[in-house]
């Protein structure tokens, strides 16, 4: 029809033949036009049909990969005892899921922003915090012209968007030229007038009390072995050897033993300490292998119970376990001192001690785990059952922890107390039908026997139900000798005692450990009276300083 209307000669035709024909002919070409765009429509929404749909396959398999990295976080906190991880294992595992995680996320988001979306809000993130001591360098940045587009002149600032991001320059070594010009008379008739140089912890040495402090923090708190900074002060330019560093450790270790000895002294004071010990695997010169020492750590904690004292801890090194240790350490402490039940620990208790009677609480954070061994492996249900009322206790101290002495008192007292004397009737029941031999026979045997010394927090409001105050403080002595094997001398443990008690204590106090040992170094540099040694110790340090 449309090329017989397209044929016909229209000067041939009447008007009103001619009117009706363009009328049909204009009709017949806005049909094809419309056909037209209906086509190009449908070839573009197959198009984007098919974008969407490689999308989609895109994005399933994202989240799939998604599910599956939920899955493995699920095995690493809730999987079988004999797949778990070790803590360190486990956080670089986390480590490595979280990154994976984010990269998966970035590629969705790359992804999504192809396709019209509402806007959403933003995603609750842990995106850190930026303090706001750290240093803001401001970058304006200017439209290309401010003439207003109506001609009236310049436009006028009316607000600003301000956005804060996070830059980080790597460590930055730098040299300090001290200069001290001298001064002569002109008619030669005085002599030379000069300042005196200023004094440095190590006279004539390269490093300033900042770079000791800093080579201090990242061995003893960031678990960073000298031979690996050496490593890195290389890429910097930098040749210090590690035996450098060492000698460098060596020094600020002999002038902070004053104040580490006054800050043991300090803690020993307390009535109410907490002691464990670890491994510092130490190299015997000789043998061609290591030797074990121990750190023994002895720490006072008294704000779970409101206690004015402030917190710290400090690291005796030992060739040995032997109770005489414990004995030495702790010469001049008497009162009550928490432990995992160690015997080592029983020759304070002896009579006749010099420095007083010492009691022993013990802590049912062991006690729970001797349990929780059995019931991991075997299920056993009487295991269970104790654990569940080991659980009872630890509820009701969740309750009063930072409350008052004498108040923790009255509520284990009277909460508490009954459950202890239920639980002593328990473990005599079920001991009674156990054989002593059977694995769960001899821990159940191990709580027993240590029983009067686990009760010992019902009458005694600032005594913890455990030791875990002291076993947090170990943890880092843990990775450092993971990181460094070993300490290559006796010497070495000591020192590596001393220095980490310190920044420990500062952890412990909220204190920043790099400024803090900056401080004191600089403080001891200039000749800090042995009067006033309180100001050095770590709960006196002022940020502000």
């Given at each position: 029809m449309p090329d017989a209307l397209e044929s016909l000669d229209l000067d041939a035709l009447p008007a009103e033949v001619r009117a009706v024909v363009l009328a049909a002919r204009k009709e017949a070409f806005g049909v094809s036009l419309l056909n037209s765009n209906l086509t190009s429509r449908n070839c573009a929404l197959e198009e984007s049909n098919a974008a969407l749909a490689t999308q989609n396959v895109e994005l399933e398999a994202i989240n799939a990969r998604l599910e599956h990295f939920v899955k493995e976080l699920h095995q690493l906190v809730y999987g079988k005892r004999s797949e778990k991880l070790s803590p360190d294992e486990r956080q670089l595992a986390f480590e490595d899921l979280e990154v994976a995680t984010a990269e998966a996320e970035a590629q969705s988001e790359t992804i999504e922003m192809t396709k019209p979306r509402k806007k959403r809000k933003p995603a609750q993130r842990n995106l850190g915090n930026l303090p706001d001591h750290l240093e803001r360098i401001e970058q304006v940045i200017e439209p290309d012209s401010?003439?207003?587009?109506?001609?009236?002149?310049?436009?006028?600032?009316?607000?600003?968007?301000?956005t804060e991001r996070l830059d980080i320059v790597p460590a930055q070594a730098r040299v300090i030229v001290t200069i001290r010009p001298k001064y002569a008379c002109p008619n030669k008739d005085a002599g030379v007038a000069q300042a005196?140089?200023?004094?440095?912890?190590?006279?004539?040495?390269?490093?300033?009390?900042?770079?000791?402090?800093?080579?201090?923090?990242?061995?003893?708190?960031?678990?960073?072995?000298?031979?690996?900074?050496?490593?890195?002060?290389?890429?910097?330019?930098?040749?210090?050897?590690?035996?450098?560093?060492?000698?460098?450790?060596?020094?600020?270790?002999?002038?902070?033993?004053?104040?580490?000895?006054?800050?043991?002294?300090d803690i020993k004071s307390s009535s109410k300490l907490f002691a464990d010990e670890t491994r510092c695997p130490v190299l015997d010169p000789g043998r061609g292998r290591t030797k074990t020492g121990y750190l023994w750590a002895i720490a006072r904690d008294e704000r779970p119970f409101g206690g004015t004292a402030p917190p710290g801890v400090v690291f005796?090194?030992?060739?040995?376990?032997?109770?005489?240790?414990?004995?030495?350490?702790?010469?001049?402490?008497?009162?009550?001192?928490?432990?995992?039940g160690y015997t080592g620990y029983n020759a304070l208790t002896k009579p006749g001690r010099n420095s007083g009677s010492v009691k022993l609480a013990y802590c049912w954070a062991h006690a729970r785990r001797k349990l929780k061994e059995v019931h991991d492996r075997d299920?056993?249900?009487?295991?269970?059952?104790?654990?569940?009322?080991?659980?009872?206790?630890?509820?009701?101290?969740?309750?009063?922890?930072?409350?008052?002495?004498?108040?923790?008192?009255?509520?284990?007292?009277?909460?508490?107390?009954?459950?202890?004397?239920?639980?002593?009737?328990?473990?005599?029941?079920?001991?009674?039908?156990?054989?002593?031999?059977?694995?769960?026979?001899?821990?159940?045997?191990?709580?027993?026997?240590?029983?009067?010394?686990?009760?010992?927090?019902?009458?005694?409001?600032?005594?913890?139900m455990d030791s875990n105050v002291v076993e947090r403080t170990i943890r880092p002595i843990a990775l450092n000798r993971k990181n460094a094997l070993f300490a290559g001398h006796d010497e070495g443990g000591r020192n590596w005692g001393r220095i980490a008690s310190l920044i420990e204590t500062c952890k412990l106090n909220d204190v920043e450990p790099y400024a803090y040992l900056k401080a004191t170094l600089e403080a001891i540099a200039a000749g800090h009276p042995a009067a006033r040694i309180d100001e050095l110790m770590p709960w006196s340090f002022n940020r502000a300083r």
């Open positions: 401010i003439t207003c587009p109506c001609g009236c002149g310049e436009m006028v600032r009316i607000g600003e968007d301000r005196p140089a200023p004094v440095h912890l190590i006279e004539g040495g390269l490093p300033t009390e900042g770079t000791l402090a800093q080579v201090a923090v990242s061995k003893y708190a960031d678990h960073c072995p000298l031979f690996r900074q050496a490593q890195i002060y290389a890429r910097s330019g930098l040749d210090l050897h590690r035996s450098t560093l060492a000698g460098w450790m060596g020094r600020i270790s002999f002038h902070l033993a004053p104040v580490v000895d006054h800050l043991f002294k005796c090194y030992a060739d040995g376990r032997g109770g005489k240790h414990a004995t030495e350490f702790l010469t001049g402490f008497s009162g009550t001192l928490q432990v995992d299920g056993s249900p009487i295991a269970g059952d104790g654990l569940r009322r080991i659980a009872e206790f630890y509820k009701i101290e969740a309750e009063i922890r930072g409350k008052p002495a004498a108040e923790r008192k009255a509520v284990r007292q009277e909460k508490t107390k009954p459950l202890i004397e239920a639980f002593e009737i328990w473990l005599k029941t079920v001991r009674s039908r156990i054989s002593t031999k059977s694995r769960l026979g001899d821990k159940l045997s191990y709580i027993a026997k240590h029983m009067d010394g686990l009760k010992l927090f019902l009458d005694d409001g600032a005594i913890e």
